[in-house]
């Protein structure tokens, strides 16, 4: 276990690009346009990426992140639901790695906040965190054409 207390952009940026096989991604806001850029070059490179998010105004409106391309290049996109809002900020990369941060993947977070990120390759903790995106899986259908 590794934890920090700034450059977590570049830490989630330099994990993210790590990925041969599978990301998902469990985070309460998503707009970083950066990351998401990275995300859509893994699903181009083959990769799998999940990502859970918040289906709010600051996720979902008319100039958002263009989650139809994303979910054109093959990504799975679920939006949480009202009174079922997830809080969550963490990633699990290959089945073999996962961070937790209190850094919203947002274009504000990295400037305007002090944040935390805690890297984790104990197997028992990331199989936990694996089992908890696929619950969340279960409760949050795909979205096919993201609502605006």
Same mark, same amino acid.
């Given at each position: 276990?590794?934890?920090?207390? =700034?450059?977590?952009? +570049?830490?989630?940026? =330099?994990?993210?690009?790590? !990925?041969?096989?599978?990301?998902?991604? !469990?985070? =309460?806001?998503?707009?970083? #346009?950066?990351? /998401?850029? $990275? *995300?859509?070059?893994?699903?181009?490179?083959?990769? #799998?990426?999940?990502?859970?998010?918040?289906?709010?105004? $600051?996720?979902?409106?008319?100039?958002a992140?263009?989650?139809?391309?994303?979910?054109?290049?093959?990504?799975?996109? #679920?939006?949480?639901?009202?009174?079922?809002?997830?809080?969550?900020?963490?990633?699990?990369?290959?089945?073999?790695? !996962?961070?937790?941060?209190?850094?919203?993947w947002?274009? /504000?977070a990295?400037?305007?906040? #002090?944040?935390?990120?805690?890297?984790?390759?104990?197997?028992? !903790?990331?199989?936990?965190?694996?089992?908890?995106?696929?619950? *969340?899986?279960?409760? /949050? +259908?795909?979205?096919?054409?993201? +609502?605006?």
């Open positions: 276990m590794q934890l920090f207390f =700034s450059e977590i952009k +570049p830490i989630i940026v =330099s994990q993210v690009a790590s !990925a041969n096989k599978e990301i998902l991604v !469990a985070v =309460s806001w998503l707009t970083d #346009r950066e990351i /998401f850029a $990275l *995300l859509l070059d893994k699903l181009k490179a083959g990769i #799998r990426v999940s990502v859970i998010t918040r289906n709010d105004y $600051l996720n979902n409106h008319e100039n992140l263009p989650w139809q391309q994303f979910i054109n290049e093959g990504g799975e996109l #679920r939006f949480c639901q009202p009174g079922k809002m997830l809080h969550y900020k963490f990633c699990v990369i290959d089945g073999e790695r !996962a961070f937790l941060t209190s850094y919203n947002t274009c /504000f990295g400037t305007n906040n #002090r944040e935390n990120i805690i890297l984790i390759d104990d197997q028992n !903790a990331i199989e936990s965190f694996t089992t908890e995106f696929n619950y *969340l899986c279960e409760q /949050f +259908p795909l979205a096919e054409n993201p +609502p605006r």
